[in-house]
């Protein structure tokens, strides 16, 4: 049976070749900081009220110029091909179903235009990374604000792709006929993914700077937002260089083995720039109770990155509309009995660590 995400993610395993699953779990070093995630959401209780009214629950919410039905998107992940053969086009319809943003890869297998005309519902982010061809990551957004896109997310956390030791030791390689059509699109011809980890060394900007972002500011009106930013100072930095908001992510523990656990950042981010700033987060959110415990510690909403993958590979469109429903109404059953009725009604209150797991 499907109850949980963790049966999604069985159930994905066993259809998945090893390689590909590697590639999906696995995080940089030896996962210390993908374990970190997790584990972070053990550190905390909620302080349930009772003695309110939930008969009616609201968990919409507008964010970044859209209504979401949930504080949940669609974290980018790169090709979707890998676990079901109409790769994004499966996705993007499931997003819009539940009333969901989906954040479509730079390196998606299908193109922002061909998700745009195929499910003109769903609402679609763009995520880029800053090229060492910057005319590449302007043609990224460029195409998708023409393709009605309603924010870019740009990854900052990414000089390079970290060192994954699980695909260094199988020695991943992109499986034959998986191809990055999005940037292929903005390139002009089809980028050799075949090692993902070469290709970032090729590529992406290291010397990526604030600078670049005031840059990619000044290339749309869409919201840009700041992917993988994991201390109050680097947000500040982020919205003085125009960001609309920052999502607080260690690249689902991919890139640094040895960065802290999202959670354990967020409360810091969000005293940084106060409570009027959104700020995101994604990083290890499995259940409906994550979500609720990552915006009692001051989120506004969440991206989910590998579940999303999970139910593609189980089900396609269904299983990614299996994986979304399951968090919503997990987080509405955990409103319920903590005497939240509203997304504005939940604060730091609801909190408070597990006893004995903090020093
Ligand atoms: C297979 C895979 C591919 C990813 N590809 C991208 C990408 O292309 N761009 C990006 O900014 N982040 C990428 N990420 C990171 C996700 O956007 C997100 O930060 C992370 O998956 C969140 O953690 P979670 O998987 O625990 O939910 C990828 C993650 C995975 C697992
Ligand atoms: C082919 C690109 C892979 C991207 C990726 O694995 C990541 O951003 O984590």
């Given amino acids: 049976m499907l109850l949980t995400l963790s049966d999604y993610e069985a159930e994905a395993q066993a259809r998945l070749t090893k390689p590909v699953w590697d590639f999906v779990t696995g995080g940089a070093g030896e996962d210390g900081t993908v374990r970190a995630n997790r584990r972070a959401f053990d550190g ?6 009772v003695g309110i009214d939930v008969s009616s629950i609201d968990v919409s919410t507008k964010l970044l110029g859209c209504s979401w039905q949930a504080p949940i998107a669609i974290a980018p992940t790169a090709l979707h091909e890998l676990c079901a053969r109409d790769g994004e086009l499966a996705t993007a319809p499931a997003a819009a179903s539940v009333g969901l943003p989906f954040t479509v890869s730079t390196f ?6 061909e998700l745009a005309a195929s499910c003109p519902q769903a609402v679609l982010w763009q995520q880029v990374y800053v090229f060492k061809d910057r005319s590449v990551t302007a043609s990224l957004v460029e195409r998708a604000h023409a393709a009605g896109a309603g924010a870019i997310l740009v990854t900052v956390d ?18 034959p006929g998986v191809i990055a059509r999005n940037l292929a699109a903005s390139t002009g011809d089809d980028p050799d993914i075949v090692s993902p980890s070469a290709h970032s060394r090729r590529t992406m900007d290291p ?3 604030w600078r670049d972002i005031t840059w990619l500011s000044g290339l749309t009106d869409l919201p840009v937002v700041c992917k993988g930013v994991q201390t109050g100072e680097d947000a500040v930095a982020a919205r003085e260089a125009g960001a609309a908001a920052v999502v607080v992510s260690n690249h689902g523990g991919r890139q640094l083995e040895g960065a802290r656990a999202t ?21 290890g959110v499995r259940s409906g109770r994550d979500v609720l415990l990552a915006l009692g510690l001051g989120a506004s909403a969440v991206l989910v990155g590998r579940p999303v993958l999970h139910g593609l590979a189980v089900a396609g469109t269904a299983g990614v509309a299996g994986v979304l429903t399951t968090l919503v109404e997990e987080l509405v059953d955990a409103m319920g009995h903590c005497g939240r009725t509203t997304l504005r009604a939940i604060g730091h209150d609801l909190v408070t660590p597990t006893l004995g797991a903090r020093p």
Avoid: K, N, Q
Wanted: hydrophobic residues 40%; aromatic residues 10%.
């Fill in 44 to 49: 905390w209780r909620f302080r349930p009220r």
């Fill in 108 to 113: 998606g297998s299908r193109t922002i235009e």
């Fill in 158 to 175: 990414s000089p390079w792709l970290g060192r994954r030791h699980r695909d260094m030791r199988g020695e991943f390689a992109m499986p």
């Fill in 207 to 209: 010397s990526l700077t």
């Fill in 263 to 283: 959670l354990d950042a967020l409360p810091e981010v969000v005293a940084a720039v106060g409570p009027d700033y959104p700020v995101l987060m994604d990083g």
